[in-house]
């Protein structure tokens, strides 16, 4: 599906899935237009995961 590129520097705007509860392991994602971003959300300090648009958008549509 393509590389991921690990980045620390960009600020974003954090989405949370509405199915996620204070008690789950989730992964929240952000976008900068070009990119999108993954990240631990119990560690939203921590490193993210940046994808580029064609291969996160793959991803999401295989899991629809």
């Not at 620390?8 to 996620?20: F, G, V, Y």
């Not at 392991?25 to 990240?39: F, I, L, N, P, T």
């Amino acid at each position: 599906m393509g590389k991921a590129l690990i980045s620390t520097t960009a600020i974003l705007t954090w989405r949370k899935s509405s199915r996620s509860t204070s008690d789950t392991h989730c992964v929240e994602v952000a976008s900068d237009g070009a990119s999108a971003h993954a990240r631990d959300s119990k560690i939203s300090q921590g490193p993210e995961i940046r994808f580029r648009r064609e291969p996160w958008g793959a991803f999401v549509d295989a899991l629809r």
